[in-house]
């Protein structure tokens, strides 16, 4: 549920405050919502259910199924907003050209000062894979353990602090600060240590004293009190949501599909909600619609589009690249059957194939003499039991894990997916 919070709180902080703040044909919309804390909340999130997927081990498939939930819709979502921009924007409003598209899908717009961003609210990508990356990384290792631990989460809220004094001014240290999302890093030390505290692994006070100076930071680094104070409630509730009792009441029940639904596309809605669902105001805008009607459009043109990019891109793309057979080896079956008439009978390529068949049968568990059609069915695999905990989409959507659906009782999509994965 706090997952589903968060992204609402984007969506509606992105339509009544930054849209209309940035394109004044939108007018004026029923309502303005300026606390910007929906995406940090996400980060805390995304964090957090990282640190439960790396706590069962194997770093290396939980960095490979985050990528591929992330990536895929990524890059398609990409591409997507582009295309709006340029064809379906007023005129002048999209400033872009292949050369962005190329370097958003790389991750790389921080790095290079003359690459314009496709959508601001992409800024949640790369910091999230820096991080997963670096998680993996020390995963198993003496810093992801024990004290070492503990300083790295305060290093975390502390050194970018001290970097931020040398990145007033243009220049190669503010240039990585930016690509590496130094500024970011205490919402992902706040994570972590919800997850310790929540195991018994970090002391009540421990945790008060770290979540404060996350807090601090936040502010130091955003300039907006208001939203950090928002921020610093969403956190509470992320707190009583890990350490609590369930939150297993009547209507949470009554809830609970509509939310876990939500939940589970929240990523593609991140992904496709900002841009676009400008441009659905303006259009609406244009024909006389009504400031409520174009809220409704911003925000349910983010719930279809994020739906569609989730099960057309992200779910397939995930259990095709996380998979039990490679993708060189459907190729190789499919070619060791097609027979090309090369393949005479008693050549040597012939014998060849022969041979490859029965080899190529043996590795997807079909019996002896048994071609491909008969092989069982479901052989061909679908996505390997992910080892995050999994209520779904950060995602950012899609639980194809086997985690719980609900921690303490509140549903949040599948660390894979997360976002905002």
Sequence with gaps: MLRVVAVFCVLLQHATHTGP??????????????????????????????????????????????????MPAFAAAVVLTFLVQRWVAPEGWGQLDGRDVVFNILLLQAWLPDVRMVD????????????FAAGALLCGRALGRGRALRLLLWALVAVPLIVRLGTFEPGPLRTASDGLGLHRAQLFAAGAAIWLWSRGRLGGPHLACLLTAAVVAQEIHSGELASTIGFGVLLLAVCLAAGGPDWDRPLLRALSRPITWLAGISYGVYLVHQEIGNVVMVRLAERGFTSWSLLAGFVGSAVLLGWLLTVLVERPAHRWLTGPQPAWLASAVLFSWVRPPLFRPGSVLARASVTG????????????????????????????????????????????????????????SPPNNSQVR
């Design 357 to 412: 068949q029965r080899r190529t049968g043996r590795l997807l568990g079909a019996e002896p003499g048994r071609g491909p059609a008969q092989i069982q069915r479901g052989s061909g695999g679908s996505a390997l039991p992910s080892a995050e905990p999994s209520p779904r989409p950060v995602s950012q959507a899609s639980a194809r894990s086997a985690e719980a659906r609900t921690v303490s009782g509140i549903a949040v």
């Design 21 to 70: 703040a940035n394109h004044a044909e939108l007018g004026t919309l029923p309502f303005t919502f300026v606390l910007s804390m929906g995406a940090s909340t996400l980060m805390v999130i995304s964090a957090y259910f990282a640190c439960a997927s790396l706590a069962k081990g194997r770093p290396g498939r939980f960095l490979r199924n985050r990528l591929a939930r992330m």
């Design 120 to 131: 601001f609210a992409y800024w949640t990508v790369p910091v999230q894979v820096v991080a």
